[in-house]
């Protein structure tokens, strides 16, 4: 039986979605994702997805798919399986960095194109929110005023998504219907997400034919092996710094104690010379910890 590629591999999302011949199941996703114009999405530019150090030492990355609108807004859409401490901050991180890219000397920054980050989630990443889509950005926790529509990021978690259809006035809501295709695993599970149609037919049919390549599958295998041995290495390093974490607290501990104790039993020599009784020493001490 073949086996069906996860369009949640990242390398396998970018050949559905970072693929210019695809540019339809691109703007298909984004059109279901974000609250801008339909005109928007009449030229989508798909732009290298690399981010340049612009600094010795800075952090680099790949965006999974990174692309420009009609307008100019940036657009950086990426799929993550497991959640992490520390995930949201990286998040963050790189449509920031996609803002300050665009600085130049004597930039206006009225001129700055907004960046829209969409994440897609298989594990819980907010927990505090309902709702499987969320959209975030800069503004009054107070009052809901807008405070710059420059940076925002959308996160739409997988695990939250509902097995009944999401419904809206026209029908089920495309991206309820987009959540079960990332969600889709089986050959059956692909072929009902194919009735809906339209664009995400395309994507399955593509990820049908990518899941029928040797060479592509070598390369999510590898994407798959590559992010597994990642874990491995950070739970390795994780657990290293708990237990020298552990050991040097204990040596602290145990010195500390030794220090008290030495403190203890010369106050008690001292109570001692001075014609205390063990009944008054005691009490002495009792106090002196209270």
């Not at 949640?8 to 339809?24: A, E, P, Q, T």
């Not at 975030?136 to 739409?156: A, E, H, Q």
């Not at 739970?235 to 008290?260: F, M, P, T």
Request: net charge negative; proline share 3%.
């Amino acid at each position: 039986m073949q086996k069906i590629l996860s369009p949640l591999n990242d390398f396998v999302f970018k050949l559905i979605f970072g693929d210019k011949r695809h540019s339809n199941i691109l703007a298909a996703f984004l059109k279901a994702t974000l609250d801008l114009p339909t005109e928007e999405f009449d030229r989508l530019v798909i732009a290298d997805p690399h981010l340049n150090r612009e600094h010795t030492g800075d952090k680099t990355g790949i965006l999974d798919v990174k692309v420009h609108t009609k307008s100019g807004v940036i657009i950086n859409v990426e799929v993550q399986v497991a959640s992490y401490a520390g995930l949201r901050n990286r998040f963050v991180f790189y449509p920031a960095k996609l803002l300050v890219s665009q600085a130049k000397r004597g930039a206006k920054y009225r001129k700055l194109a907004p960046v829209v980050s969409i994440i897609i989630m298989e594990e819980l990443l907010v927990p505090e929110d309902e709702g499987y889509y969320n959209e975030y950005g800069l503004i009054n926790k107070r009052t809901g005023t807008v405070f710059s529509d420059v940076l925002r990021i959308n996160v739409l978690e997988l695990s939250k998504l509902p097995q009944s259809a999401d419904m809206i006035p026209s029908g089920e809501r495309p991206l309820w219907q987009w959540g079960r295709f990332f969600q889709a695993r089986t050959e059956e599970e692909f072929k009902m997400a194919a009735e809906q149609g339209g664009a995400i037919r395309e994507a399955v049919d593509v990820l049908m034919e990518v899941s029928e390549d040797e060479l592509a599958q070598m390369r999510a295998i590898e994407r798959e092996i590559f992010l597994m041995d990642q874990a491995s290495r950070e739970d390795y390093h994780e657990e290293i710094g708990y237990n020298r974490g552990l050991a040097k607290g204990l040596a602290k501990g145990l010195e500390k104690g030794r220090q008290e104790g030495e403190a203890k039993g010369r106050k008690i020599l001292d109570l001692m010379r001075q014609g205390y009784t063990v009944e008054q020493i005691e009490a002495v001490l009792a106090s002196q910890t209270r």
